[in-house]
């Protein structure tokens, strides 16, 4: 079951303008659930490309709005989209403010909608995608079962283990015991409704103007926001993330991936992402020092780097 209607435009403010040229569609999944999903026409000369942006737990596509001008100032065609159960997509439990999935593997419903329905009718193109933090293990997920759907990955701070839990084994197991007790819609513990971190000693970003860039947003539009996930979704997603650390899991994918991550994150596990680069047969990693856990939003020196690396690999 789902809830509340899929928004059907983008809000742009001052602060974040969201890009010009931008077609907003809703998307269905196989498995009944709507979706809102956004494509943008590059206005300088294609390269021939569509970039394909999945973002992380929380996130909505108006946070990208920086991003993807980056991505179109390239020659890309820009596709992104919200994942069910946050942003302007559907949301699977009554309360909205609630992060929930049932599995973490429906996620790959999501991003199999948007490349039939959004991405495929665009023609031949090439693909790559860039992915943060959730967005990257989904995509993990999916290259596990298909690795021929993209040239290239770009993957900031990826969801492969947490550094904010001091015993994710104890946790996930505590997560998936209070599951199976009939818990799993409920807020994890000491979890909120509450959608933004305060600036000061945040574990985000270290640019200020950037972290506001979601309390603005949902200041005008509220039904994009949502708080601390469910007891559910920390189940499924601990056990997503114990499976893509099996060694072999890397050693079988063979589309190039760059993971970029920061030596300091406070919300991944930049040591577990690095193993995971290291397995690759086609990987790199690159260490981002002065970062937060979102390098697309930190300070100016920070994305430079990381967007002198991202032209580098894409080529």
Not at 24 to 33: F, I, K, N, W
Not at 222 to 230: E, H, N, R
Not at 263 to 284: K, M, Y
Request: glycine letters at 10%; one cysteine or more.
């Amino acid at each position: 079951m789902q809830f509340n209607a899929v928004r059907g435009d983008l809000v742009s403010i001052p602060d974040n303008p969201v890009p010009g040229g931008h077609t907003v569609s809703r998307v269905v999944t196989q498995d009944g659930v709507a979706l809102r999903a956004a494509h943008w026409n590059p206005a300088v000369r294609e390269n021939g490309k569509v970039a394909l942006v999945l973002q992380g737990r929380t996130e909505f596509i108006e946070r990208y709005a920086e991003t993807i001008g980056e991505l179109l100032c390239r020659g890309f065609q820009v596709v992104s989209f919200d994942w069910r159960g946050q942003g302007g997509s559907a949301r699977l439990l009554p309360d909205r403010a609630k992060g929930h999935v049932h599995r973490f593997d429906d996620y790959l419903f999501d991003l199999d909608a948007v490349l039939t329905h959004v991405v495929a009718p665009l023609g031949a193109k090439g693909r790559i995608a860039l992915a943060h933090s959730m967005g990257g293990a989904v995509l993990l997920r999916a290259l596990q079962q298909n690795d021929r759907g993209f040239e290239r990955c770009v993957l900031s701070a990826p969801m492969i283990g947490l550094s904010m839990v001091k015993a994710p084994k104890v946790a996930g197991l505590a997560a998936g015991f209070l599951t199976k007790m009939g818990l799993s819609a409920r807020y994890v513990p000491g979890g909120t409704a509450e959608p933004t971190f305060p600036f000061p000693d945040n574990p985000l970003t270290r640019d200020a103007s950037r972290h506001a860039i979601a309390g603005k947003v949902f200041a005008t539009a509220p039904d994009l926001a949502i708080g601390s996930p469910t007891i559910g979704w920390t189940a499924t997603s601990f056990s997503a993330m114990f499976e893509l650390q099996n060694p072999s899991i890397a050693a079988a994918i063979v589309t190039p991936i760059l993971i970029a991550a920061s030596p300091t994150d406070r919300i991944t596990s930049t040591p577990v992402a690095q193993a995971f680069a290291e397995r690759l047969p086609n990987g790199r990693f690159l260490a981002v020092p002065g970062a937060e856990h979102e390098i697309l939003l930190e300070m100016d020196p920070v994305r430079a780097a990381f967007w002198q690396a991202f032209d580098g690999f894409i080529g």
